[in-house]
């Protein structure tokens, strides 16, 4: 079940859901838009072979700066942080999407998920389009849809990425399954 307006004002109100800092326009007709942060990290060009098992040096593969404007090369790719600090419930999940006008000047980011019990900044990555783009900070750039599970989740989110705040690069190295 996709929450409504009516639904996020009520987890918003009743504490259950917390976006901060929060703006009513963040509410929309079938989820909440989030503004982009002031941090990026570019994903940089290299045949350096990275080996998430191992411990690597980031800074070889991304670099990061803080903006108010920054522009999106052709076919490059980032990672971005939002502004607002989320913390969702053990009963909901939500998919992060790109609001439609930026997605139809060519960006785009892979399937996102927020799970039930995560509570951070998103950092989601952005692919450029066949042009520059230009970006400023707190704009309103991502739609978060928030779904009710069927039953609360067991064992809510508590990763290496929980309160995260800004871009957070990857943690590594990975742990073998």
Same mark, same amino acid.
């Given at each position: 079940?996709?929450?409504?307006?009516?639904?996020?004002?009520?987890?918003?109100?009743?504490?259950?859901?917390?976006?901060? #800092?929060?703006?009513?326009?963040?509410?929309?007709?079938?989820?909440?838009?989030?503004?982009?942060?002031?941090?990026?990290?570019?994903?940089?060009?290299?045949?350096?072979? !990275?080996?998430?098992?191992?411990?690597?040096?980031?800074?070889? @593969?991304?670099?990061?700066?803080?903006?108010?404007?920054?522009?999106?090369?052709?076919?490059?790719? @980032?990672? !971005?942080?939002?502004?607002? @600090?989320?913390?969702?419930?053990?009963?909901?999940?939500?998919?992060?999407?790109?609001?439609?006008?930026?997605?139809?000047?060519?960006?785009?980011?892979?399937?996102?998920?927020?799970?039930? %019990?995560?509570? %951070?900044?998103?950092?989601?990555? !952005?692919? %450029?389009?066949?042009?520059?783009?230009?970006?400023?900070?707190?704009?309103?750039?991502?739609?978060?849809?928030?779904?009710?599970?069927?039953? #609360?989740?067991?064992?809510?989110?508590?990763?290496? @990425?929980?309160?995260?705040? %800004?871009?957070?690069?990857?943690?590594?190295?990975?742990?073998?399954?």
């Amino acid at each position: 079940m996709i929450l409504s307006d009516f639904d996020l004002r009520n987890y918003i109100r009743s504490g259950r859901l917390t976006i901060e #800092p929060f703006d009513e326009i963040t509410v929309r007709e079938n989820g909440l838009d989030l503004r982009l942060g002031n941090e990026v990290c570019e994903l940089l060009p290299t045949n350096e072979v !990275l080996d998430p098992f191992k411990e690597v040096e980031l800074s070889k @593969y991304y670099k990061c700066w803080k903006f108010d404007e920054v522009v999106i090369k052709p076919l490059g790719i @980032y990672l !971005l942080a939002t502004t607002e @600090y989320i913390k969702v419930p053990p009963e909901l999940m939500a998919f992060v999407e790109l609001r439609s006008t930026f997605a139809r000047l060519g960006l785009s980011i892979p399937p996102t998920i927020i799970d039930g %019990g995560f509570e %951070g900044q998103i950092t989601i990555e !952005l692919h %450029g389009s066949a042009f520059p783009v230009s970006l400023r900070a707190n704009t309103r750039f991502l739609h978060v849809v928030f779904s009710k599970v069927v039953s #609360p989740i067991e064992k809510p989110y508590s990763g290496k @990425y929980q309160g995260q705040r %800004g871009v957070r690069l990857p943690k590594i190295p990975l742990e073998r399954i």
